[in-house]
């Protein structure tokens, strides 16, 4: 492996301030943890990783190429996750009156809608695009760098923000067994509907 710590170190430090500016992927993880908890926050947490993997490899291996060929696939993919989220959240604005443990909105089908949405979500955010693309490129010598390099850019993107993620997940969890009452739930529900809409807009427009 050529890469040095201090570029390991510096790319990781990169990476965390990417999670800290909020994006796409924290509306969407708000808005999943606060209508459904933790169960509900971290399958989106783990399809992130996909596109946090699939980023920097596609940097690597030419990102000029890359999007010639499927740049029409990547659109698409962008597409349908605007169409997911906002079905998602007037399923939430609909059932907004529901308790908490009946609105299952944002987790039906379960584990794998989660997963897919944080898939779809990480694929169509576009910092992570600029970031990856652009700014990745700025750290290492990409013309010289070998498979473990590879191996270890990868690891690093998405060990960082999957810990930032599921930390977030965990405390937006707590907060949302504070939330007991009808109206709090009823309001909740509104708001994190609105913002998933909000993410598919965003997603179909940048």
């Given at each position: 492996?050529?890469l040095?710590?201090a570029q390991?170190?510096?790319?990781?430090g990169?990476l965390?301030?990417?999670f800290?500016?909020?994006g796409?992927?924290w509306?969407?993880?708000?808005?999943?943890?606060?209508?459904?908890?933790?169960?509900?926050a971290?399958p989106?947490a783990?399809?992130?990783?996909?596109?946090d993997?699939l980023w920097?490899?596609?940097?690597?291996f030419?990102?000029?190429?890359i999007?010639?060929v499927?740049g029409?696939?990547?659109?698409?993919?962008?597409?349908a996750g605007?169409v997911i989220?906002?079905?998602?959240?007037l399923?939430?604005?609909?059932g907004?009156?529901r308790?908490i443990?009946?609105?299952?909105?944002?987790?039906?089908?379960g584990?794998w809608a989660?997963f897919?949405?944080g898939v779809?979500?990480?694929?169509?955010n576009?910092?992570a695009?600029l970031?990856y693309?652009?700014?990745?490129?700025?750290f290492?010598d990409?013309s010289?760098?070998t498979?473990w390099?590879?191996?270890?850019?990868c690891?690093?993107?998405a060990?960082?923000p999957l810990?930032g993620?599921l930390?977030?997940?965990?405390?937006l969890?707590?907060?949302?067994a504070?939330?007991?009452?009808?109206?709090?739930?009823?309001?909740l529900?509104?708001?994190a509907?609105?913002?998933l809409?909000l993410v598919?807009f965003?997603?179909a427009?940048t």
């Amino acid at each position: 492996m050529t890469l040095t710590p201090a570029q390991i170190g510096l790319y990781a430090g990169a990476l965390f301030i990417l999670f800290l500016t909020p994006g796409p992927v924290w509306v969407a993880l708000i808005a999943r943890a606060l209508a459904a908890g933790f169960h509900g926050a971290w399958p989106l947490a783990l399809g992130v990783v996909v596109g946090d993997v699939l980023w920097p490899l596609l940097a690597v291996f030419g990102v000029g190429f890359i999007v010639s060929v499927y740049g029409d696939a990547l659109a698409a993919l962008r597409i349908a996750g605007a169409v997911i989220f906002v079905v998602m959240g007037l399923g939430l604005i609909r059932g907004r009156h529901r308790t908490i443990g009946e609105n299952s909105a944002l987790t039906a089908p379960g584990i794998w809608a989660g997963f897919t949405a944080g898939v779809l979500v990480i694929l169509g955010n576009p910092k992570a695009i600029l970031f990856y693309m652009g700014v990745l490129p700025g750290f290492f010598d990409l013309s010289a760098i070998t498979g473990w390099d590879i191996a270890a850019i990868c690891l690093i993107s998405a060990l960082v923000p999957l810990a930032g993620n599921l930390l977030l997940a965990v405390f937006l969890g707590r907060v949302r067994a504070i939330l007991s009452s009808p109206a709090a739930r009823a309001r909740l529900n509104l708001g994190a509907g609105v913002t998933l809409i909000l993410v598919g807009f965003a997603i179909a427009l940048t």
